[in-house]
Structures are given as C-alpha cells and as structure tokens.
Nanobody, 122 residues
Framework: VQLQASGGGLVQAGGSLRLSCVASGRTFSTYDMGWFRQAPGKEREFVAAIRWSSASTYYADSVKGRFTVSRDNAENTVYLQMNSLKPEDTAVYYC????????????????WGQGTQVTVSS
C-alpha cells in the first residue's frame, strides 16, 4: 500500500482545512487508517483513526469535537476535516495504514504517507 497525503496549507486560527490521503492497491478497504502529526522538536502524536469498516472512529482529546475522520473505500481515500484550527495544530500531518489494535501507537501502522504541512497562524 502506498499513501499520498495532500490538502495542507496555511490558514488563520479558527479556519478549516480538509486533508486527503489516497491509497494505491486493492486492499485499502481492509486496512484501518490513522492520522498522526509531528510538530518541530516534538514526537509524532496520534490525531485520529478510523476502522476499515468505518464502524468506529477515534480521536485524540486535543482534537475531539474539532476534527472528523472519514473514508471512502470506493475511492481509496481517507479524509481529515479540521475545523476551528488553533496555532498548536501546526505540524506535518501523516496518514498511515495498518491492521491495528492500539489506535494511538504509531508502530502499529505498517504503511505511511509522506506528510503534508499544516500551519495555523494566530
């Protein structure tokens, strides 16, 4: 599985962005998908995840109520809708695929995209 993330950019605080992650391969629909982010000088942290069936979604407390993860298995794409953005959301955002048990553990994911930069100005 190869992943290509896009949709990042520069936005003012309070604004919105929608990230997309397109996967290659016919097995996308069998993988759980996650979003992580990494700010300069900080460790990579979990943001959100969605089960392969879309039956369950998971969010970090810091983004709960502001971010929404969804997927379209027919289009091999997972999305991260980010609303009410804050300067502390500034980071490189990565999508990842795997068959995971612990959603927030990066090592559980087998495939990673290249990342897309999100910058939120105050």
């Amino acid at each position: 599985v190869q992943l290509q993330a896009s949709g990042g950019g520069l936005v003012q605080a309070g604004g919105s962005l929608r990230l997309s992650c397109v996967a290659s391969g016919r097995t996308f629909s069998t993988y759980d998908m996650g979003w992580f982010r990494q700010a300069p000088g900080k460790e990579r942290e979990f943001v959100a995840a969605i089960r392969w069936s879309s039956a369950s979604t998971y969010y970090a407390d810091s983004v709960k109520g502001r971010f929404t993860v969804s997927r379209d298995n027919a289009e091999n794409t997972v999305y991260l809708q980010m609303n009410s953005l804050k300067p502390e959301d500034t980071a490189v955002y990565y999508c990842a695929a795997g068959r995971v048990r612990s959603w927030y553990v990066a090592n559980e994911y087998d495939y990673w995209g290249q990342g897309t930069q999100v910058t939120v100005s105050s």
